[in-house]
């Protein structure tokens, strides 16, 4: 008897949990927000185009090109995720900055942040440290 009382609550926890919210996108959206790296912050904007290319201004001297693709960010979220990726010169070391992003009700959790140098061996993607966790990047409309 206990079985039939307790197996309901295992089955709503586990779709509370295991699904999320399908990102779309109908128009090239903005989203604003502060990351607060451990040497200080950086204001940031991301801007996701319908046709999959984005960009990203703030982290950098320089606005980044790249991509934006659905993706799981395999942090604990379902599937519904979004993941960009922007390869960019800094000191004439090539470098790749991927977000994985979780969509909410406002905009875009940035879940993490992950980098590498593309220089002659390329290494592999490491979470970058951030001072405030998952920061909301705001859509702005």
Request: charged share 25%; aromatic share 8%; hydrophobic share 40%.
């Amino acid at each position: 008897m206990k079985f039939h009382l307790i197996a309901p609550l295992l089955v709503a926890s586990a779709l509370t949990f295991s699904c999320g919210s399908d990102f779309s996108l109908e128009k090239t959206t903005t989203y604003k927000g502060k990351v607060v790296f451990a040497d200080g912050s950086k204001d940031i904007s991301l801007e996701l185009l319908v046709d999959g290319n984005a960009r990203l201004q703030g982290l950098y001297p320089n606005i980044a090109e790249g991509t934006w693709e659905k993706a799981p960010t395999g942090l604990g979220y379902g599937k519904g995720g979004v993941k960009a990726t922007f390869d960019g010169m800094k000191d004439k070391e090539g470098y790749r900055i991927v977000f994985m992003l979780q969509p909410s009700d406002d905009g875009l959790i940035l879940a993490d942040i992950r980098g590498r140098l593309l220089k002659d061996k390329p290494s592999t993607l490491q979470s970058l440290k951030l001072k405030e966790n998952k920061p909301l990047l705001k859509r702005i409309d």
